[in-house]
């Protein structure tokens, strides 16, 4: 499956909704990281029923426990083809006996792309089709190449918002692989150099509260911006020596370490009324 103007082509897969392309075709660049499994296969996973980690992989609904991986289940399901016209394309997944053993909900969830000369608009759409609230998070984790081009390295990169930012974000222990309660100011800034050091000892950065509606990646010859309208926590990552980062605007982010509260209680988790929708979109503009 694919979506093509003059400008891109994007291909996808209905394998966690991914798409598996990201091409200018004018200046013939692959924007899209490729899954190389030596060091991350995964290129852009949807994140749902939850963001991040659950403390102990599990939670708890209505004196239940359940289980949930990493960013949830929809990056490991199989979505469907909705509808696909010349310049938009919708795959979706819908609640089924596999789905509800560990998330006992009736739910429907679309990701809408969307072609418009250079920029790619998606719209991960969550509508509760059961006859209560349903409690999730959801997000993005689109990962892009980087470096862009032949001869360039990690460090000629840089990470640009739109405002100067105050920024403060959730620290990330990497022994439990959970945050920590007490926010950490991280500086003053409206750009942010790339550097290998910064992740190899933080693993992941996530801005919570920021002003700017866009975050560009930057290089010596190309780059993108990523745009969020809604995105209460922002996340940055990559790994190891990886040649690529990931830019993620998120609805909700992992467990503190240690809590064992209710689903619902969750900080960031959306409560979704019975035959409502949820929408979230963001764009990628290639530049």
């Known amino acids: 499956m ?20 990201l091409y200018d075709k004018r200046r013939q660049i692959e924007f899209a990281w490729q899954g190389k499994s030596e060091f991350w296969g995964g290129r852009n996973p949807t994140l749902f029923p939850v963001v991040g980690r659950l403390w102990r992989e599990t939670y708890r609904h209505e004196g ?4 949930l991986g990493n960013h949830g289940f929809a990056r490991n399901c199989e979505f469907k083809l909705a509808s696909q016209t010349q ?21 429907r969830l679309t990701n ?10 998606v719209t991960k759409s969550v509508f509760n089709r059961d006859k209560r609230d349903i409690p999730f998070s959801v997000g993005a984790h ?43 100011s991280y500086g003053r800034f409206k750009e942010i150099e790339l550097r290998r050091e910064v992740f190899l000892k933080e693993d992941t950065l996530v801005f919570e509260n920021v002003r700017s509606s866009w975050l560009k990646l930057q290089g010596p010859e190309a780059g993108l911006r990523v745009s969020f309208s809604r995105a209460p926590w922002v996340g ?51 530049e």
Request: net charge negative; with cysteine; charged share 30%.
């Open 112 to 121: 809408t792309y969307s072609l418009s000369e250079k920029t790619l608009t």
């Open 2 to 21: 694919l979506l093509e103007n003059d400008d891109l082509l994007v291909k996808f897969k209905l394998e966690g909704s991914e798409w598996t392309s």
């Open 142 to 184: 689109p990962a892009f190449n980087c470096p862009l081009l032949p001869g360039e390295k990690f460090e000629d990169y840089r990470l640009v918002w739109e405002l100067e930012e105050d920024l403060s974000r959730l620290k990330l222990n990497p022994a439990n692989s959970s945050f920590e309660r007490e926010r950490e």
């Open 87 to 107: 310049n938009t394309l919708a795959l979706e997944l819908t609640d089924n006996e596999k789905t509800r053993e560990n998330y006992p909900f009736a739910f």
């Open 64 to 67: 239940r426990e359940f289980r």
């Open 236 to 286: 940055i990552w990559t790994k190891g020596d990886a040649p690529f980062i990931c830019l993620e605007p998120w609805q909700g982010h992992g467990d503190f370490a240690g809590y064992e509260g209710e689903f619902g209680e969750r900080e960031g988790t959306i409560i979704l009324p019975p035959g409502t929708s949820f929408d979230f979109t963001y764009e990628i503009t290639l």
